[in-house]
T-cell receptor, first 115, second 112 residues
Framework: DVKVTQSSRYLVKRTGEKVFLECVQD?????MFWYRQDPGLGLRLIYF???????EKGDIPEGYSVSREKKERFSLILESASTNQTSMYLC??????????????FGPGTRLTVT | GESVGLHLPTLSVQEGDNSIINCAYS??????FIWYKQESGKGPQFIID?????DKRQGQRVTVLLNKTVKHLSLQIAANQPGDSAVYFC???????????FGGGTRVLVKP
């Protein structure tokens, strides 16, 4: 069964702390994504990666960075957490389109609270 | 005051009835579309997808309709069950880019 796991379901951090959110997929997918989800705003793409050591900015990259050292793992880093980064963070993975589905498979999410 | 964006549109439907969720997409170059379902405390789950060379696709109890002329997508759910209560998102993609752009979501409440 397809699986995307995230290191924490709930996380509480203080303003200014460095925060790491980890995501692991077991499907050998090339593509991995980090989104944040806020009420009524849908999912907004922060960063994505098409390959190991490759990263591209999404729609809202400010205040975030990412790391992809291994194919199965994609980390989201908040260098200095701020209260406006309190949100639900969702990781997803997918295979490059092969003419079939471009479906992204999502993890359960990490609810981060910055106080 | 509160932002309009904080309030999800909500659709209430009686158990056993059909429902239709609508979505306007923004990019005329989008050629692939997905509907996701998100239950409370979970990540989004794939429901059904459709390519721009089709205008209708059916799955189990779900049908997606695509109108490229007016950039409109809809999801029809037949015979709603309590388990269909969730937030539903449409998403669009220019397939070559592999990036999804999500809509704001619609909450569906199925009443017994």
């Amino acid at each position: 069964d397809v699986k995307v796991t995230q290191s924490s379901r709930y996380l509480v951090k203080r303003t200014g702390e460095k925060v790491f959110l980890e995501c692991v997929q077991d499907m050998d997918h090339e593509n991995m994504f980090w989104y944040r989800q806020d009420p009524g705003l849908g999912l907004r793409l922060i960063y994505f990666s098409y390959d190991v050591k490759m990263k591209e900015k999404g729609d809202i990259p400010e205040g975030y960075s990412v790391s992809r050292e291994k194919k199965e793992r994609f980390s989201l880093i908040l260098e200095s957490a701020s209260t406006n980064q309190t949100s639900m963070y969702l990781c997803a993975s997918s295979s490059p389109g092969t003419g079939a589905s471009y479906e992204q498979y999502f993890g359960p999410g990490t609810r981060l609270t910055v106080t | 005051g509160e932002s309009v964006g904080l309030h999800l549109p909500t659709l209430s439907v009686q158990e056993g009835d059909n429902s239709i969720i609508n979505c306007a997409y923004s990019n005329s170059a989008s050629d692939y579309f997905i509907w996701y379902k998100q239950e409370s405390g979970k990540g989004p789950q794939f429901i059904i997808d459709i390519r721009s060379n089709m205008d209708k696709r059916q799955g189990q109890r779900v049908t997606v309709l695509l109108n490229k002329t007016v950039k409109h997508l809809s999801l029809q759910i037949a015979a709603n069950q309590p388990g269909d209560s969730a937030v539903y998102f449409c998403a669009e993609m220019v397939a070559a880019g592999n990036k999804l752009t999500f809509g704001g979501g619609t909450r569906v409440l199925v009443k017994p």
